[in-house]
């Protein structure tokens, strides 16, 4: 598992609160996350096609299911994000996100 840096997750800590006063921060976030957000919405959108997730997903939900407790454990906990974690993870999201998908709710965009 690689070290993490103490001092580089603070400092991404401090910017996710700075970023809410500050225009040229909060855009530079948005430049980083909007790409990223946007791959994983395409890699659920495939798992969507390919039947392993509900053609009724929230696709807004999914990612921020898959996202915040990755930022909380990393940021705020310092845990653990290793393979085990991701792939437990991983399971409880599909999981969950198969229960929550009503019959003919929302559809991913």
Do not use: H, N, W
């Not at 970023?19 to 430049?31: F, H, I, N, P, Y």
């Not at 807004?60 to 437990?88: K, N, Q």
């Amino acid at each position: 598992m690689p070290q993490r840096d103490g001092a580089l997750v603070a400092v991404l800590a401090a910017a996710l609160v700075l970023a809410e006063g500050d225009q040229g921060l909060r855009a530079g976030q948005l430049r980083v996350a909007v790409p990223r957000r946007a791959a994983a919405g395409a890699v659920l959108g495939a798992a969507v096609d390919r039947g392993e997730l509900p053609a009724e997903l929230d696709t807004e939900l999914a990612l921020d299911l898959l996202v915040a407790p990755l930022v909380f454990r990393m940021l705020i906990m310092d845990g653990d994000s290793g393979d085990d974690y991701l792939d437990t993870l991983t399971g409880a999201v599909e999981a969950a996100l198969k229960a929550a998908a009503p019959p003919g709710g929302r559809t991913r965009p």
